[in-house]
C-alpha cells in the first residue's frame, strides 16, 4: 500500500541508527518499536514496568531475528525518574530519534497530583516529557539529522483549552485532562521545531497522532498484547471508525523515519480515525504562538528546567 510515496510495510533501512520510544511495552509504543527494529533500528525501550519491558523486549527478538533491543526505565509522571533515565540515554553514541509516546489514556475521576505536585495526566503525557527532551537536547542535537516525535490526538479538536489552568486546579475532569494533555503535546512538538530552527540547531521535530486504535482490533502478541475474546468481539463491533495500533503505531513511524517528511509536519491516519498515514493540518488551538508560549513557560515552571531560550 503506498499513499504519497510512503509504504508502511517497506520502511527506509533504519540500521545503525538509534530509536528510543517511551511506553514502548504496550500499544502503539510496542508496534511503533517492533515496526522500526524491523526496519533495522537499535531500539531502546522507555519503560516503567521492567518486567512488561523484558516481555516486549522478548516479543521483539521473537519477531525480528538479530533485533537490537534494549531497556531504559522511566516513569514520566516522576522527574526524578526522568532525570536517571535520561541520564542513561545521554551516554549512548547517538539518538536518531525519541519518540514521546507514553500516556495515560484512562485518565482518573478526580484529580490527582504526582509526587512533584503537578497534575497527574498532564504530567505523564507531557511535563514529563517535556522535562526528558530537556535533559537529551544534547545528545540529540550531537546526532546528524536527529529527531523528536511527540504524540497528538484528535481529543484536540474536541475541547477548549484553559491556558491559565495547565494543572487543572480550577475545573478537573478526566476527559478535559486528557486533551488537555494531548494539546500540550502537540503544540511543544510544533514549538520545540520552532525553536530549534530559530537555535541554527539541526534536530527537528514532529508530531503524530494514530487516529482511532484500539486493543481488541491488534494482532495478537504473545506476553504483550491478549486481548479476551469479549474485548475482541466488542471492538470489532466499532470496526467501521478504528484500526488496530498496529496501524495506528504508522504516521509515528513516517514521522520518525520518512526521509522527506519535514521538521514542523504532523501526520495523521487518511481517514482520520483509521488509515495510511498522511501529511494532517493540526487543530488551531496546537498551532496557534501564544498558546504554545504558554505551555512552554508553564512546562519550564512544572519541571524546574529551561530549554531553549533564544
Ligand atoms: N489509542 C488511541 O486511539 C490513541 C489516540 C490518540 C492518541 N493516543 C496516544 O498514543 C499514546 C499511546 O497510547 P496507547 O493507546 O498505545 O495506550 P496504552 O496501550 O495504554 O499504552 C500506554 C503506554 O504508556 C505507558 N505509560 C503510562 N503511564 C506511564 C508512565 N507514568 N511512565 C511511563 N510509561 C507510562 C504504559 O505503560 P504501562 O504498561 O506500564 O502502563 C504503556 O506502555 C498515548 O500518548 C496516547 O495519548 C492514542
Known sequence: MTIDGWDPARLPEQSGRVIAV?????????FTSLQLARAGARVVLVCRDEMKAARARAAIQRLVRGADVSVVRLDTADLGSVRSAAKELSALDRLDVLVTNAGIVHPPRHRTVTADGLELVGATNHFGHFALVARLIDVLERTPGARVVTLGSLATRLVRLDADDLQLERRYTGWQAYAQSKIMSWSFGLELDRRLRAAGAE??????????????RTPLVRGVNEPSTVERFVDNLQAVFTQGKDRGAWPTVRAAVDPLAQGGDSFGPRYRVKGAPV?????????DPDVAAAIWAESERATGLSLLHP
Not at 22 to 30: E, I, M, Q, R, V
Not at 279 to 287: K, N, Q
Open 203 to 216: 534536530t527537528r521535530a514532529l508530531v503524530a497522532h494514530p487516529g482511532y486504535s484500539i486493543t481488541g
Open 279 to 287: 501529511l494532517e493540518t493540526p487543530a488551531a488551538v496546537v498551532r
Open 22 to 30: 517511551t511506553g514502548a511495552n504496550a500499544g502503539l509504543g510496542f
